[in-house]
């Protein structure tokens, strides 16, 4: 074919945003009139004619296709996810392709309708593609060039896509493939005999921002950000409730994550929580609770119920006088596990406690449970057929009986059977003045936290060092006050007594 002249090795061309510029094959084909059948191309016409009176087009091989032209649709909807030729378009693909995001009107919906029409049984073609697709307003413009050999231009086969620029109805704009800046320029290897490869680079040569209007910008941004600041400081409101001193509130935001390994099936949780002494609770607090019914399903070896119930506990801490050496009770969460039948039997499936985490933050936990049982074919039996089993009169003798006064506490003859677990899954938050005071209050209400195993590895470490240091040191005064004759004669022959 006709050798290429040096000066067309290289274009170079600077595009505006939806600029057209016209390739040959539209030169050619919009110069007769004939060929325009809409108003677009009518109007590519008369460009076209006034572009060959003022000496032609500047641009040679790049071209753009503006987000009017058809081929922007097309390019649009005929995209493949893969390069496979046999690739079969899926059902969602098939849908989108019916919708041009660009065109679509959406029109709001009134109060009124909404309210009284929530479900649409019969829903249209037109609905669903209204409401069933992501409808985010896109403007595309494409920069193409067209590679065919010198003199034969002109050709759709030699139409190569260089850049696409889409801008969002959020502001969005997606340049692909990217600014060349630093890197290499983009290759396009054309397939044929001679295999030829063409080089381009993007750059943005977009006018730099005055100084001056981009702090007027920035000024703008601030007084939006201020005014919207001011707004939620509105909603919100200043006013938090504090804590008295000497006070630790404690909030729980707990679930039932799931019981599993249990005998029945169609499993319910019925659960309380108890507050030893210095602990109260707000008087419209609820502290007990019941989960619904929930089917187990086979999981491994394991017949789960997945419950994902959640629960809301708050409580305070109140610091007394007289519990200055003493260690304070944490709450106890007591729960029990059912299961209900089709005839409406139920059956004790298991009893377990859980105490409520120290230490703020997200805690997983998963409890074991048992149930009493009664020697015998007999209770078996009973409770297979006509449900019911032994049951504990006070759930707390889960733990320690809260009737119980003594010092200690016997089981024997207790008859009990290992059943299946139940998994919590707890967030705790802590507030109280004592993290805010360097006073005092905040070194006694600190030691009492830090007694409790609460905040640091490092404080309870501490703890024991320094309790240590203190039964040293008594043992060295012990020593000191014996006389020395008994130290003397209770030694081994050789040896000097040594401290320790």
Not at 64 to 88: A, I, P, W
Not at 197 to 204: D, H, L, P, Q, S
Not at 233 to 251: D, I, K
Not at 466 to 487: G, K, N, T, V
């Amino acid at each position: 074919g006709a050798r290429r002249p040096p000066e067309e090795e290289q274009e170079e061309a600077e595009v505006g945003w939806q600029e057209k510029l016209f390739s040959q094959f539209e030169v050619d084909l919009y110069q007769n009139e004939s060929a325009c059948q809409t108003p677009l191309d009518r109007q590519y016409h008369a460009e076209i004619l006034k572009l060959e009176k003022a000496g032609g087009r500047k641009n040679c091989r790049i071209f753009t296709y503006t987000d009017h032209d058809r081929f922007t649709n097309l390019e649009e909807h005929c995209q493949k996810v893969t390069d496979s030729d046999h690739e079969v378009p899926s059902y969602l693909a098939e849908r989108m392709a019916n919708v041009r995001r660009r065109r679509q009107d959406r029109r709001p919906v009134e109060a009124s309708s909404l309210k009284s029409k929530i479900i649409t049984w019969e829903p249209s073609e037109e609905f669903i593609k209204n409401n069933h697709v992501i409808n985010t307003p896109v403007q595309t413009m494409y920069i193409m060039g067209d590679l065919g050999p010198y003199g034969k231009l002109g050709h759709r086969d030699y139409e190569h896509v260089l850049c696409t620029i889409k801008v969002d109805g959020n502001g969005v704009i997606t340049v692909k493939p990217d600014f060349t800046g630093t890197k290499e320029p983009y290759r396009i290897e054309l397939d044929g005999e001679k295999r030829e490869v063409w080089k381009y680079t993007i750059e943005n040569a977009s006018v730099q921002v005055q100084p001056e209007e981009e702090e007027r910008e920035q000024r703008v941004f601030r007084d939006l950000y201020d005014r919207h600041k001011e707004y939620l400081s509105g909603l919100v409101g200043s006013e938090f409730e504090m804590t008295l001193p000497g006070t630790l509130r404690l909030f729980v935001n707990g679930e039932i994550v799931s019981a599993q390994g249990y005998e029945y099936d169609n499993l319910y949780v019925h659960f309380f929580l108890e507050l030893p002494d210095q602990w109260s609770s707000p008087a419209l607090q609820q502290l007990s609770g019941v989960t619904q019914t929930c089917a187990t399903k086979a999981v491994g070896w394991d017949n789960v119920a997945h419950f994902c119930y959640p629960f809301t506990l708050e409580m305070f801490f109140t610091q007394g006088d007289e519990a200055e050496d003493s260690l304070p009770q944490w709450p106890v969460l007591y729960f029990e596990v059912l299961s209900l039948d089709f005839w409406q039997r139920y059956r004790v499936e298991g009893y377990g406690s859980l105490v409520l985490p120290a230490s703020p933050g997200l805690h997983a936990l998963t409890i074991p449970t048992w149930r009493p049982v009664e020697l015998g074919t007999v209770a078996e039996l009973r409770r297979f057929f006509i449900g019911g089993s032994p049951e504990l009169e006070d759930i707390t003798y889960v733990r320690t009986p809260s009737t119980f006064k003594g010092s200690r506490l016997s089981r024997l003859g207790f008859r009990t059977e290992t059943t299946g677990s139940v998994t919590f899954r707890l967030y705790c938050l802590q507030q109280s003045k004592a993290f805010l005071e360097t006073s005092a209050l905040r070194q006694r209400m600190q030691s009492v936290l830090d007694r409790l195993g609460g905040f640091s590895q490092q404080c309870s470490v501490y703890n024991v060092l320094e309790a240590f240091q203190r039964a040293r040191r008594r043992m060295q005064e012990a020593r000191q006050s014996l006389p020395q004759d008994l130290i003397s004669t209770s030694a081994p022959a050789g040896h000097h007594p040594q401290e320790p």
